[in-house]
Structure formats: C-alpha cells, structure tokens
C-alpha cells in the first residue's frame, strides 16, 4: 500500500508560478512509475506529467510541455511538479499517482493503482 499526499496548490495570478509536491509513505514508491493528472470542473481527468521510477525519463501532455517540470528525490519519496506561466486554463485539482505499469501507459490513469486526493490550483486572469 502507498499513501500519497499532495501540497502545494493555492491561488495564483497568470503568469506566475507553483511547485506542487507529492510525498509518498508506507511501501516504496521508488520503483513506481509517478504522475500528475488534473480535472478541471466539469472535465475529465486529465494527464498533466508523469516520471519514470529512476527520474531519467519524464512526459509532458502538450498544454504544459515546455512550462512544466517533473521531478523526483526518491531518498524522500517525493515527487514535484513546477508549473510556471500558468494560465487561467490550468486552473484544476492535481492528483499525484503512483504505478508499476509499463512506460508505454504513463499517460492512462488505469495504469496507476495509487492516487493521492488532490490539491487545487486556481489561477486567476
């Protein structure tokens, strides 16, 4: 079993920035595939960015490619997203997900078995 607990989210004018953070407990989550998804109101769920277990592979969805980072620091089984330029379109609840499923499904929330329960961002115009 792993927890994971999201912080980070809050109010932001557009254009700034935030760096969420994921802290995982109980089983190691250092050999989990992690990802970043949001749902906006209204919307899906949605694959924001995901890491592979030893950080060297990484995936952006397009609306964040090239604005957001994802990182990890498995000696504190923490994984981040920086977001910067936000925009008001980002504005969503982000969820942190850990799975053992193969890179080749890093974007589909079925491959992941463990979800934290959220942290909202708002980004105001």
């Known amino acids: 079993q792993v927890q994971l607990v999201e912080s980070g989210g809050g109010l932001v004018q557009a254009g700034g920035s935030l760096r969420l953070s994921c802290a995982a407990s109980?089983?190691?989550?250092?050999?989990?595939?992690m990802g970043w998804f949001r749902q906006a109101p209204g919307k899906e769920r949605e694959s924001v960015a995901a890491?592979?277990?030893?950080?060297?592979?990484?995936y952006y969805a397009i609306p964040v490619k090239g604005r957001s980072t994802i990182s990890r620091d498995n000696t504190k089984n923490t994984v981040y997203l920086q977001m910067n330029s936000l925009k008001p379109e980002d504005t969503a609840v982000y969820y942190c997900?850990?799975?053992?499923?193969?890179?080749?499904?890093?974007?589909?929330?079925?491959?992941?078995?463990?979800w934290g329960q959220g942290t909202q961002v708002t980004v105001s115009s």
């Open positions: 997900a850990a799975g053992l499923g193969g890179w080749s499904e890093r974007a589909n929330e079925r491959a992941y078995t463990y």
């Open positions: 890491i592979g277990w030893s950080g060297e592979v990484t």
């Open positions: 109980g089983r190691t989550a250092s050999r989990f595939v």
